[in-house]
């Protein structure tokens, strides 16, 4: 055979296996589904993330990931295009053939941008995308341990020694879990499992801050979290308390912050401010189509404290419901004043310079009783 007849022989049999191979694959690309050849085997270990750069966010985009029995799958995903998804777009298949696909913990997961799985079995986990039209997602895979910071408070409630002098009983404190929170209601908090004591008007949360931190990697770059810290490491406030965590009260976004202040304890650092909060006089409570004018700012006042424990290891919110009789006797020449921008604003600003100066016994309950709750606050070995 001659050179030039064997060249022309070797070209058309690599043309003949191009062929067989990218028709398939392209017919499968074009239907929204990958052949195997696209999943690359990801060794993971405990405690480990895989980064977006390590994910395909477009199209359905299997990974297979290597993880024990026992531990938990924490997939986060960040849609840049909308902030939440009705459903998941996530399935996670165990290793065994014909197993169906893992539920996460907490179904509304779909509004904050989390699903914590538990792996039952060790082995080899398929976890694949499968983004809603329209969204663009940038998911992360954490391994975690059996016991991690998100399910775990990592202290005891007798470890928590506070004076809550009238205002709550520590009869009162329980855990809540991670699992019992709903994302998807306005009321409920992106949150780790951690300790609570909470009744009609006062509020006390400590939850581990490693944890809280891992629940809002979908919302990066989040810094509220980091905002908080700095402002405690430097000793200086934070002028909008939509950098920090936690901005809305009650289901209520803040309109008005005063009085913010650096409080220390024994083993913490904190800031606390009151604020006056608004959502346009729609009030959660009522039936559908009903408004509550009393219920818009400044019908809704709140007592804020946020903390870091000096170990790094704690975040501590205290809130309360508080009042003012100059909020009352403003409450109803601001309602008065609603179809006129120019006065209402007006009020506004002279009610928020009333309230940053006036004494702190002037509110119900005492500002000084509620920084002495705070004061109060330890945590034991």
């Known amino acids: 055979m001659s050179k030039k007849i064997l060249a022309i022989w070797t070209i058309g049999i690599s043309l003949i296996v191009t062929i067989a191979v990218a028709v398939p694959w392209l017919r499968a690309r074009n239907a929204g589904h990958y052949p195997p050849a696209a999943t690359r085997v990801l060794q993971v270990n405990s405690p480990a993330s895989i980064r977006s750069s390590e994910i395909s966010p477009n199209g359905p985009s299997p990974r297979d990931v290597i993880a024990g029995a026992g531990q938990y799958l924490l997939i986060s995903t960040r849609d840049t295009k909308f902030a939440s998804e009705t459903v998941n ?16 913990l907490r179904e509304g997961g779909s509004c904050s941008g989390t699903w914590l799985y538990q792996l039952p ?15 663009s997602h940038e998911p992360n895979i954490t391994v975690l341990d059996g016991k991690n910071a998100i399910l775990e408070p990592g202290i005891t ?53 490693e944890g809280l931190k891992l629940l809002s990697a979908p919302y990066a770059p989040d810094d509220s979290i980091h905002n908080l810290e700095a402002a405690l490491h430097q000793s200086q406030i934070v002028a909008d308390d939509q950098k920090l965590p936690y901005p809305a009260f009650e289901g209520f976004g803040r309109e008005m912050m005063a009085r913010q202040e650096l409080l220390t304890g024994k083993g913490w650092r904190g800031l606390r401010w009151i604020g ?42 205290i809130r309360a419901s508080i009042a003012h009789p100059q ?18 604003t007006q009020l506004r600003l002279l009610l928020e ?27 034991r070995q």
């Open 157 to 209: 409630a007798e470890q928590i020694a506070i004076d809550f002098r009238g205002f709550a009983e520590k009869s009162q404190m329980h855990l809540d879990p991670y699992e019992a929170f709903d994302a998807c209601d306005i009321d409920d908090l992106q949150a780790p499992t951690h300790w609570v004591v909470q009744n009609s008007g006062f509020e006390l949360r400590i939850m581990p801050l």
């Open 353 to 379: 310079k009333t309230l940053t100066a006036a004494a702190p016994d002037s509110f119900r309950p005492n500002l000084a009783e509620l920084d002495a709750v705070v004061q109060s606050l330890e945590f």
């Open 121 to 135: 079995v060790s082995g080899t986990y398929r976890v694949t995308f499968a983004p809603q039209k329209g969204t």
């Open 327 to 344: 909020q009352e006797h403003d409450l109803v020449e601001l309602k008065q004043a609603s179809n006129n921008p120019e006065k209402e």
């Open 89 to 104: 777009p996530i399935v996670v298949q165990p290793p065994e053939a014909g197993s169906l696909p893992l539920k996460p």
């Open 276 to 317: 006056g909060y608004t959502q346009d006089g729609f009030d959660p409570g009522a039936p559908d189509g009903d408004y509550a004018q009393d219920r818009d700012y400044p019908g809704l006042l709140g007592y804020v404290f946020e903390g870091i424990s000096d170990d790094g290891r704690f975040f501590i919110m």
